[in-house]
Nanobody, 126 residues
């Protein structure tokens, strides 16, 4: 059983930056694919990006490409989401998720992840 805890959210002005962390415990972190999702009020949870266990594969949604980066430190059992040039439309609760079921491609949907963090609020003011 993997436990995930996000941190690093907060209130920031448009154009600012935040770095979210997702600390994992209770499992072999290096064997898990890590995903970042977000959910704005009244909207469905949507994918932000994914990083494979070996850091060999990274996927980012078009809406955040060039602004957000995903990384992980398998020694620290922590995944990161660096968010730059934030926009008001990035306001949401951000979640990290983990899964290690064998797949041909990176998991990109909510249903493909087994473990979830509690979420951290990111608010971008205009």
């Amino acid at each position: 059983q993997v436990q995930l805890v996000e941190s690093g959210g907060g209130l920031v002005q448009a154009g600012g930056s935040l770095r979210l962390s997702c600390a994992a415990s209770g499992g072999a972190f290096s064997s898990y694919v890590m995903g970042w999702f977000r959910q704005a009020p009244g909207k469905e949870r949507e994918l932000v990006g994914v990083i494979s266990w070996s850091v060999g594969m990274i996927f980012l949604e078009d809406s955040v490409k060039g602004r957000f980066t995903i990384s992980r430190d398998n020694v620290k059992s922590t995944a990161y989401l660096q968010m730059n040039n934030l926009k008001p439309e990035d306001t949401a609760v951000y979640y990290c998720a983990a899964d290690r079921r064998p797949r041909v491609s990176l998991p990109t949907t909510v249903d493909e992840y087994t473990y979830w963090g509690q979420g951290t609020q990111v608010t971008v003011s205009s």
